[in-house]
C-alpha cells in the first residue's frame, strides 16, 4: 500500500461513523477544540499535494474562480481526487461522519431550510441543537453556502459529512419521506419567518411609543425591519420575481406589499402603517438616496450582496411620491441574468431561420422592439451569445447590464455624467468592432448614429419601444431619417411579447369542439386586412391538423393548478413573436414614404406572421393560453 492510500484509509477508519444525537453533539464538541487548519496546508501536510501545487492553484483562485471552494477547485484540476479531499476534512480537520441512512433526521432541521435551497446548495439539515443547526455538507468549507444558511436560519451553521457518497439523492429521499415538496416546504419555512418578523414589528409600537397619525422615522427602525426587507428580497428572488410593490396609503390603512411574477401581481403581505416611512428609508439607505428628500422621485441601485452573504442580486429601486406627501417603491431584480441560447427562445422555425439569417449579416441593422419587460434583452443577447466568437469583436452599451457574457466588452451607460448611448456609440467606432449592441434607442441622434454605424461596415443591434414591427419602422422615420439611408440599413425588426408557459405538470388535453376551432381560426385569418390575401379557412384548418392534432382531431389545453405551479396553473414565461425581414420590395416601399398599413400587407405577403399569429400556433400546440395571447397582443 501506497503513503498516500495507507492514508486515506486509514483517515477513514480514524473517524468512527456517528448514528445518533448524542454522537453528534459530542463529536462536534470535540472538533471546535481542534486546532483551526486551512484546507491546503492540511493536503501538504497528508502527502497529497506539493507545497508548488498548492500555490499555483491559489493563483488561479484569485484569477477568476474565487467563487469555487479550494478543495473543489484542486480536485477540478487533477492534483488530488474527491477522496483525498474528504480524508483531509475528516482526519486533520475533524469533521464528523453521520451515516443519513440510520440517523434519525430531526423534522424541525429539515423545515428550516427549504427544499429548493437544500437541492440548490447540496445540503442536507440534520439536527437542531441550541444556538446551532447541524447540516450535512458535501464540502464543509464552502463559506457562501455556510452564509446563506446562516442567514435563512438565522443561526450558526455546524457542517458534517456524510457516510453516504450520494448526498443529493439523500436530500430528495429525506425531503420525500417528510412530505415536503419544493413548494411547500418553501412556503412552511418562509411564512413562519415572515410571520414572526411582522410579529415582532407590531410589538415595536409598544417600546417605540408614537402618535396615532404620526409613523416611525427611519433612524428608528429596527432589526425586525431591516431583516423583514432582507428576507422579503430573498424570499422574492428564490421565488423568481421581477418586482417587489411596496404601497403606502393614508390614515391607517396598512402599508402593502404586491410580487410581480410571470408578469402578474401577487398580493405577498401588509404591515402596520405606522412603518411606512422607516420602511421607505431602509430602501433610500440601501441605495445611498436622500432620506430627507420626499418631494421629488428618486432613482437607486442597491447590490444586495452588500447585506446578505451569497446573494449576488442587485435591485434597480424607484422612489415616487405620492398624495399626502407619502412614498410608494418598486422595485426590480435585475439578478444578473442567465443567458438563453437562441434554440431556447421559443422561435418557430421561420421566425429562427430569418432571425440568423439577419444577424449573420456582415453588416446592418437589427431591431427588436416590444414594451418594457418584454424580454428584449434577453433577446439580444440570444443573438449575441449565437455571434459570440474570438473571431469578432463585440461592444455593448446597456442601461443597466442585465446579462454578462465572456468575450463581450461591456459598457455601463451613465447619463448623469453625460455618458450616453450615442456617447458610447461613437467611442465604439473607434474600437474596431464588428458588432455593436445598443440597449435602447432614445432619440434621433442615437437612431442617426446606429444607422450610419450599420452603414459603414459594422452589425449593429437595438431595441426600441414600439408596438409591432411595421411600427418601428414608422417611429423611426418620424424622428427624421433619412428614408433611403434607413431602408439601406434595415436588415430585421423582432417584435416580441411575454405569455405565460401552461404548467406541464398538470396539463390537461382535450379534443377542441367546432365552435372554439373556428373562433381561433377566425382570429388568426383577421390579421390580413383585406380578404383577397387571407388563406382558404379549411385548407388552414387542414395544415393545423397536420401539425397540431391527434387522432384528426385539434385538442384544447389548460392546466388546473397543481403544487408545481402554486395552483396558478403556469409556470415561467415564453415569447410570442413576429420577424420583419427587409425584402427588396419593402426597401422600396420603405424609400418611397409608404404607410405602416402597406408596408404591413407586404411583410404577409412576403411570409411574416404576426405575434396574434405565433401565439395562436402556440396555444395549439399546448404551450400558453389564447387569454394570455389576446391579452398581449
Not at 444556538?131 to 464543509?140: F, I, K, N, Q, Y
Not at 428608528?220 to 411596496?246: C, F, K, P, Y
Not at 442617426?448 to 423611426?476: F, K
Not at 396553473?569 to 426597401?587: A, K, N
Amino acid at each position: 500500500m501506497t503513503q498516500r492510500a495507507a492514508t486515506t484509509a486509514g483517515s477513514l477508519l480514524a473517524s468512527p461513523t456517528i448514528y445518533t444525537a448524542t454522537q453528534l453533539e459530542t463529536a462536534l464538541q470535540t472538533q471546535q477544540r481542534m486546532p483551526m487548519m486551512r484546507i491546503g496546508e492540511t493536503l501538504v501536510s497528508m502527502g497529497c499535494l506539493t507545497a508548488e501545487q498548492l500555490q499555483a492553484a491559489l493563483a488561479n483562485q484569485q484569477v477568476g474562480h474565487r467563487a469555487m471552494p479550494l478543495g473543489q477547485l484542486l480536485v477540478k484540476a487533477g492534483y488530488i481526487t474527491q477522496e483525498d479531499l474528504r480524508s483531509a476534512l475528516i482526519r486533520k480537520m475533524g469533521y464528523p461522519v453521520v451515516s443519513i441512512a440510520h440517523y434519525p433526521v430531526d423534522e424541525r432541521a429539515v423545515k428550516r431550510v427549504p427544499a429548493a435551497v437544500a437541492q440548490r446548495l447540496n445540503v442536507l439539515p440534520l439536527q437542531a441543537l441550541p444556538g446551532r443547526l447541524a447540516v450535512v455538507m458535501d464540502d464543509p468549507t464552502r463559506s457562501d453556502a455556510l452564509s446563506e444558511l446562516e442567514f435563512l436560519v438565522q443561526t450558526k451553521i455546524s457542517p458534517v459529512l456524510a457516510a453516504e457518497r450520494d448526498l443529493s439523492r439523500w436530500i430528495m429521499e429525506i425531503y420525500r419521506r417528510q412530505g415536503q415538496t419544493d413548494t411547500t416546504t418553501f412556503w412552511a419555512a418562509k411564512g413562519q419567518n415572515t410571520q414572526n418578523l411582522l410579529a415582532d414589528l407590531e410589538r415595536a409600537k409598544v417600546r417605540v411609543p408614537v402618535k396615532n397619525d404620526e409613523d416611525l422615522p427611519p433612524e428608528q427602525a429596527d432589526t425586525s425591519l431591516v431583516r423583514l426587507v432582507n428576507s422579503m428580497i430573498v424570499e422574492a428572488h428564490q421565488r423568481g420575481v421581477s418586482d417587489i410593490h411596496i404601497e403606502t396609503h393614508p390614515g391607517h390603512e396598512k402599508l402593502r406589499v404586491r410580487f410581480r411574477k410571470d408578469g402578474v401581481l401577487q398580493p405577498y403581505l401588509e404591515l402596520p402603517h405606522f412603518w411606512r416611512q422607516a420602511l421607505i428609508g431602509r430602501l433610500k439607505v440601501m441605495c445611498g438616496l436622500d432620506i430627507a428628500e420626499r418631494r421629488q422621485p428618486q432613482d437607486g441601485k442597491i447590490s444586495f450582496s452588500q447585506f446578505v452573504p451569497g446573494f449576488p442580486v442587485e435591485l434597480r429601486v424607484a422612489i415616487i411620491p405620492t398624495h399626502n406627501g407619502l412614498e410608494d417603491a418598486v422595485l426590480r431584480l435585475l439578478d444578473n441574468g442567465q443567458l438563453i441560447t437562441l434554440e431556447e427562445l421559443g422561435l418557430s422555425d421561420r421566425n429562427y431561420q430569418a432571425m440568423v439569417a439577419a444577424i449573420t449579416r456582415p453588416h446592418g441593422l437589427v431591431l427588436c422592439s416590444g414594451p418594457t419587460g418584454s424580454g428584449k434583452t434577453t433577446t439580444l443577447h440570444s443573438a449575441m451569445g449565437y455571434l459570440n466568437e474570438p473571431t469578432r469583436k463585440i461592444w455593448t452599451a446597456e442601461d443597466p447590464i442585465e446579462i454578462t457574457q465572456p468575450g463581450l466588452r461591456q459598457v455601463q451607460i451613465n447619463t448623469k455624467i453625460g455618458f450616453t448611448f450615442a456617447k458610447a456609440l461613437r467611442a465604439f467606432l473607434r474600437a474596431d468592432p464588428d458588432v455593436i449592441m445598443v440597449g435602447e434607442i432614445r432619440d434621433a441622434e442615437t437612431a442617426l448614429i446606429a444607422i450610419e454605424s450599420s452603414l459603414t461596415g459594422h452589425l449593429v443591434l437595438s431595441t426600441l419601444h414600439t408596438n409591432n414591427a411595421t411600427e418601428t419602422v414608422a417611429r423611426l422615420l418620424d424622428l427624421g431619417l433619412d428614408p433611403f439611408n434607413f431602408a439601406d440599413a434595415l436588415q430585421a425588426v423582432i417584435a416580441q411579447r411575454l405569455v405565460r408557459k401552461l404548467c406541464p405538470h398538470c396539463l390537461v388535453s382535450e379534443p377542441a369542439n367546432a365552435a372554439d376551432v373556428d373562433e381561433w381560426l377566425e382570429d388568426y385569418l383577421h390579421a390580413w386586412a383585406h380578404p383577397i390575401d387571407r388563406p382558404d379557412k379549411e385548407e388552414l384548418r387542414q395544415q393545423w391538423i397536420t401539425r397540431f392534432g391527434v387522432n384528426g382531431q385539434l385538442q384544447r389545453h389548460y392546466s388546473v393548478g397543481c403544487d408545481a405551479c402554486e395552483t396558478h396553473g403556469s409556470i415561467g414565461r415564453m415569447g410570442i413573436h413576429e420577424v420583419l425581414t427587409i425584402t427588396l420590395q419593402l426597401r422600396r416601399m420603405i424609400q418611397s414614404g409608404a404607410r405602416q398599413e402597406e408596408l404591413l400587407r407586404q411583410a404577409m405577403h412576403d411570409g411574416l406572421r404576426t405575434m396574434r399569429q405565433d401565439g395562436i400556433e402556440k396555444v395549439l400546440a399546448g404551450l400558453t393560453s389564447m387569454e394570455d395571447v389576446r391579452a398581449s397582443t
